[in-house]
């Protein structure tokens, strides 16, 4: 993109003249990072965006039933309310479909780009397929758990948020893992299916949606409902910790292998995760599409990535230069989408890239360690030209990006 112009809006204007500052004008970043231009973001030229363009265009058709005013995470800055987004929506849905050349532009046109974090870890998560059934039964004998409804989320006295529940008028920390498996949910009809293995129960938690194939070879698809409250607790380095695997060897594929020949073991082992999830029937999510990330769109292999909201607001189109797992290290680098949350996923520095589902999605998932950079693109601000008043010129204003002028 050219540093020394200022452009119109791509098709599709309201009412006013509306123009976008270009990459040298003053721009107020809020202590988000450094600008960047295209130029400095390395593989932007290689990466089709007419690829990642009908991703956000699924974000901006979800954002557009929500208030302006909405909140997607961070405390400050350009794109942190769902309005900041709509003028660019707005531009996108003008767009010819297929045109690589216009969705190019777009991006160039709409979005800042800001160094995020210039050592970046990436992990890896997908959608499992684990064997289930309906009903109790044989090897069917681990439960999948709805809701509870007396799982209660509210305000502390000091302003958290905290997870729990009521018993008589004392608010308690809800029910751990190990209780769970102990039968403090057994005969409240919470059941959604029965697994055949707790491990694929575990695996499940951890990557927060799923694919349960029946034995008539029907597939229940899973999403996230809830989570306990309680905290997360790494299984690799609890195996780490018990000098059971060393740190350089974990991986998910290495814990499960731990887990598999040590049957005896393993259920203490997941239990010292105190942190359980509880799932929800996904109806209407075709097989071709992920399960609904934390923005509530299905999540796109290749495209979805889970960041911490506090540091990359949702929504936010998120650059990634990294390596995909293995000895040749392959290089990575293409646009990815904030359409998710971890629990483990903290900080600017962190970010967990969803790749899937399948048995080459479950490899890579689960060997991906990788350092590089990321790179958030911000919406531009824009300047609104009002009318003029009767004798004199128009003016300009710089109003940022939320909403109709």
Known sequence: ?????????????????????????????????????????????????????????????????????????????????????????????????????????????????????????????????????????????????????????????????????????????????????????????????????????????????????????????????AKNGQEYVPLGRVLVRQGEMDADAVSMQSIRAWLTAHPDQARTVMEDNPNYVFFTVLDHVYADQGAPGALGVPLTPGRSVAVDRRSIPLASPVWVETTLPGPAGSSWQRLVFAQDTGTDIQGPARADLFMGWGPDAEQTAGAMQQRGRTITFVPRPVVVMEPASMGAAPTAKIVGIAGEP
């Open 1 to 225: 993109m050219s540093h020394s112009f200022v452009t119109k809006i791509l098709r599709g204007a309201s009412a006013g003249a509306i123009l976008l500052l270009s990459a040298c004008a003053a721009t107020d970043l809020e202590g988000t990072g450094q600008p960047l231009a295209f130029s400095d973001i390395k593989g932007w030229g290689s990466d089709e965006a007419v690829r990642a363009l009908p991703v956000f265009l699924g974000e901006c058709r979800y954002l557009g039933r929500l208030p302006a005013d909405a909140g997607l995470g961070a405390d400050s800055g350009r794109g942190t309310h769902v309005g900041d987004w709509l003028p660019a929506c707005r531009a996108a849905a003008a767009l010819p479909t297929g045109d690589a050349p216009a969705a190019r532009q777009f991006f160039e046109t709409w979005f800042q780009p800001v160094l995020t974090a210039g050592q970046a870890l990436f992990t890896g998560y997908y959608e499992p397929e684990i064997r289930g059934s309906l009903s109790r039964g044989g090897v069917y004998q681990t439960p999948v758990y709805g809701v509870p409804d007396d799982l209660v989320r509210t305000r502390a006295t000091d302003g958290r948020m905290v997870t729990g529940r009521w018993q008589g008028s004392q608010f308690m920390p809800y029910w751990t893992r190990a209780q769970i498996d102990a039968g403090a949910l057994a005969g409240r009809n919470l059941e959604l299916l029965w697994v055949a293995d707790p491990a694929d129960l575990f695996f499940l938690q951890i990557q927060g949606s799923g694919r349960v194939r029946l034995p008539s070879g029907q597939v229940v698809r899973l999403g996230f409902g």
